[in-house]
């Protein structure tokens, strides 16, 4: 008995401790589920009141708004509103009687084929793009009804955000139960956007096939039209028939579908190509701030995901200067400056501000129209030698830190099977990286890139924004030739970068934009480094050049500081494109000129100047009363003067000649150090020696030298210690000297000279030669004699001083009479030099000298009446001597 109760008492134990765990381990499941329900119900109430705050602060159903755009305003880098881009627009407004069931069945189709089933949303169609979404990915499917458009169109923004989307929803449902379908499907078709600035099916019916009656829409028609409101641009049938061509063919298969046509039906509407069904475009005339508005409507685009500016009711603000916008309009009418060749002639161009990238202005053409072709943003053309600064030699200066003395060897060259030539077909041997991009030298460049490698061009071309697509950079982009193009957009932003201390900025046209109900949206781009100051720098101070001695001179701007680069691209003997990119610290201004897109006519050479005909004006107007400050040397930069010629870089010696030194740009890290030994002195003359011929009455003088090659020498003379003057030049080491006076002293000079400059002149080897009667004495007989002169004359009474002076000039006259009278008598007379008519008594003629030359006599001035007898050797007419 006390072995079974003892059982019965453990496994009662036991089976109270089995019942314990099993309460312990529900307990905790429990506690588990309450806390997730919990945790479930909040957030439910958290999405609920997020829900219901979103509603309340849903925008009202605004009766007026439901059938036409949602205007937005465009204002200027001022805040001025500059444009009110829906009051402009054409409109037709249409009733649900006027819509044919074919266009209806092809927008049901295709937008919402349970339209006449649902509340305003799709609750199907939504768990169906729920379910695309996360097998395609997000984004792979919408879910949005025609009612919901019509929303979003009328009252909300294009932000893919959690608010718009339920406050989308939630007034969809309230349109839906306010208004008809037939209401709603007319309110979609008169305010939807087709395209080509058509706002409502009529008016796109009208514009794209000519047609005022809807009823008269064929199948192909409607299924063209119906497919255009998903993207208005992109599948633009003028300028992109093929898409628009594969759109309308889908609109086809989804009617066929849900049945709403035969695959037959279907089958013929296909066969209709797009470029038959269009009428010839009608675009309207542009307002001046047509093109630049143009570029806000692609910006606001790509960065607003596919917002549109005509619809969506923004507030857009802009760095638009109507100044600069009407300068710009000025310089492309036929009113302006430029003397158009022709009418097909286009021109476009882009201003920006040097130091944020902000677009100023925006010349889309020649006579720009509404929705046309906007030559300055959407060309893609070579830009030619613009590009050498962007892709040569930019990056030549930032990664080898070369100078802009760097020497290039302007050759021949050929590269593989490339043999290029520079524009002249002429080859200039060594020249300096200045002088080759200044005077836009195609060899240079392109051994430029290829010496710090293609790889490192495109790398620093690309900062510039520069695409090169995916074949990458080629070494022919070096002078522009390769396959990228450009616009001159893209241009102004990459030359802006050179004057803004190395910095980019993309250019843009809008700063902000205000979105209803949803706050303001930043859209300034975030400047960033494409280089160092130094190249910067460097490369602005090359291209001042180019405007001051090279191929810009045509576009310089006196007084201001502004560098500029121009461009041509050639095909043989066919130049299609012409380009000139010129900067400040202020404004930046890209310019092309050509056919439009057809790049096979080429240009006059009075096109080619058209832009720098038009640059030159146009800066000079945006500069005027502006203060434009110099580009600014960084520390990293240092001008040295260096040899000309030297190479490498040599600094002058202190026999360098001046007109053999030029200044340069170094990087700090990179300048010569070494002195150049081209240039030196000249050794001096050895054993000068002069001797008084008393045969001949001359002077000869003779002097030895070493290696005379390339020597001359320069011999000049002074009488009786007066001025040294310069007698003749002669390669001989010998001179004979006629036309001497006798009874003078003559101290001679003799210089070594450099026939090439390339030496310093030697110091001067002199010598003097006394003639006889020459003033020998010594010094102290000299002044006794000079004294006893003095003195006679005092005691001489003043009518025999008068006759003395009166005897002297008769004398003189009687031998300049002789002389006159020996040189008509033979020019080569035994009494004188006949040749120049002087000549002394006593001195015989003499034309055997070596290297013979006479000098002409310097004027002579009157003597005045001196108080000194006519017969003192150092008053006798003193002649200067001929060698």
């Known amino acids: ?503 980019y900025n993309e250019p843009f046209t809008v700063r902000k934009v205000e979105v209803p109900g949803e706050g303001t949206i930043d859209l300034t781009p975030e400047p960033e480094s494409a280089m160092s100051s130094y190249t910067a720098y460097m490369i602005s101070d090359m291209l001042k050049t180019t405007m001051t001695e090279g191929s810009g001179r045509a576009a310089n701007i006196s007084g201001l500081p502004v560098a500029g680069k121009t461009g041509t691209t050639n095909f043989g003997d066919v130049a299609p494109d012409s380009w000139f990119s010129g900067y400040t610290t202020n404004y930046t201004i890209s310019i092309w000129t050509g056919y439009g897109e057809d790049n096979s006519r080429g240009l006059s050479d009075a096109s080619k100047d058209i832009p720098k005909q038009i640059f030159k004006p146009l800066m000079t107007e945006l500069s005027q009363g502006v203060e434009t400050k110099d580009f600014s040397k960084p520390d990293t930069v240092v001008s040295v003067d260096v040899e000309e010629g030297s190479n490498p870089a040599r600094l002058p010696s202190a026999y360098t000649p001046e007109s053999r030194i030029v200044t340069e740009l170094f990087h700090v890290d990179n300048q010569p150090s070494k002195v150049s030994k081209t240039f030196q002195k000249l050794d001096s003359v050895k054993g000068l020696a002069g001797k008084f011929n008393e045969e001949t009455g001359s002077i000869d003088l003779s002097w030895k030298y070493g290696d005379a090659d390339g020597v001359t020498f320069r011999v000049a003379a002074s009488i009786d210690g007066g001025e040294s003057r310069e007698l003749t030049t002669t390669g001989d080491t010998s001179l004979e000297i006629t036309n001497v006076n006798q009874g003078s002293s003559y101290e001679f000079s003799v210089t070594a000279i450099s026939s090439d400059e390339d030496a310093q002149n030697s110091d001067p080897a002199t010598v003097r030669v006394d003639t006889p009667g020459s003033n020998e004495e010594p010094e102290e007989e000299a002044e006794e004699q000079d004294e006893s002169q003095e003195e006679n004359t005092e005691e001489q009474p003043e009518d025999e001083q008068q006759q003395e002076n009166e005897q002297e000039n008769q004398d003189q006259t009687d031998d300049s009479g002789n002389d006159q009278g020996n040189e008509n008598e033979n020019d080569s007379g035994n009494n004188g030099q006949g040749n120049n008519g002087q000549g002394n008594g006593g001195q015989g003629g003499n034309n055997n000298g070596s290297d013979e030359q006479q000098t002409p006599e310097p004027p002579q001035e009157e003597p005045p009446a001196q108080d000194q007898p006519a017969d003192q050797p150092d008053q006798q007419p003193q002649e200067e001597p001929a060698a």
């Open 1 to 503: 008995m006390s072995n079974d109760s003892q059982s019965r008492s453990a496994r009662r134990k036991q089976a109270q401790s089995t019942k314990k765990g099993k309460t312990k381990k529900t307990g905790k499941v429990k506690r588990i589920f309450m806390i997730l329900f919990t945790i479930g119900l909040l957030l439910a109430l958290g999405v609920g009141l997020l829900f219901s705050y979103y509603i309340v602060t849903a925008p009202e159903l605004d009766a007026s708004k439901l059938s036409v755009p949602f205007s937005s305003k465009v204002y200027d880098q001022n805040d001025e509103l500059v444009a009110d881009l829906a009051s402009d627009e054409k409109r037709t407004k249409i009733t649900y009687d006027d819509i044919p069931q074919v266009m209806e069945d092809a927008v049901l189709a295709t937008e919402d084929v349970r339209f006449y089933d649902h509340m305003g949303i799709d609750f199907r169609r939504i768990g169906g793009a729920v379910i695309a979404n996360i097998t395609g990915g997000f984004g792979a499917q919408g879910a949005s009804t025609i009612t919901q458009q019509v929303v979003k169109e009328s009252f909300l923004s294009q932000e893919k955000t959690l608010k718009r989307k339920v406050q989308e929803q939630y007034l969809a449902i309230k349109l839906d139960q306010e208004y008809t379908k037939e209401e709603i499907l007319e309110m979609y078709l008169n305010k939807i956007y087709y395209g080509d600035g058509a706002y409502g099916v009529a008016v796109a019916a009208e514009t794209y096939f000519g047609k005022k009656d809807l009823s008269e829409l064929t199948l192909p028609e409607a299924a063209l039209l119906a497919g255009l409101p998903q993207r208005p641009s992109g599948y633009m049938p003028y300028d992109h028939p093929d898409l628009a061509q594969k759109r309308k063919n889908t609109v086809l298969s989804l009617m066929v579908q849900h049945g709403k046509i035969t695959e037959a039906e279907a089958e013929e509407a296909r066969n209709v190509k797009v470029e038959d069904m269009l009428v010839e475009r009608q675009t309207e005339k542009a307002t001046p701030y047509q093109a630049f508005i143009d570029r806000v409507e692609e910006e606001v685009r790509e960065k607003m995901d596919g917002a549109e500016i005509y619809e969506d009711g923004l507030k857009i603000y802009t760095t638009l200067d109507t100044d600069a916008q009407d300068n710009v309009q000025q310089m492309l009418s036929n009113e302006g400056p430029i003397a158009w060749p022709d009418d097909e002639l286009q021109t476009s161009l882009a201003v920006t501000d040097t130091k944020t990238g902000a677009i100023r202005a925006i010349g889309g053409g020649r006579n720009y129209q509404k929705g046309g072709y906007n030559y300055a943003t959407d060309i893609n053309r070579q830009p030619g030698s613009t590009f050498k600064p962007i892709t040569a030699y930019g990056p030549a200066i930032e990664y080898d830190k070369i100078s802009t003395y760097h020497q290039i060897k302007d050759e021949k060259t050929d590269f593989g099977n490339w043999s290029p030539n520079n524009f002249d077909n002429q080859f200039r041997g060594w020249v300096s990286a200045r002088y080759a991009l200044s005077r836009s030298l195609n060899i240079p460049a392109i051994k430029t890139l290829q010496e710090v490698g293609v790889g490192k061009g495109q790398d620093f071309a690309e900062g510039l924004g520069i695409d090169f697509g995916e074949d990458g950079m080629a070494l022919n982009d070096a002078i522009g030739g390769g396959n990228t193009g450009v616009n001159p957009v893209q241009l102004a932003g990459a030359y802006a970068a050179f004057g803004n201390e190395g910095v």
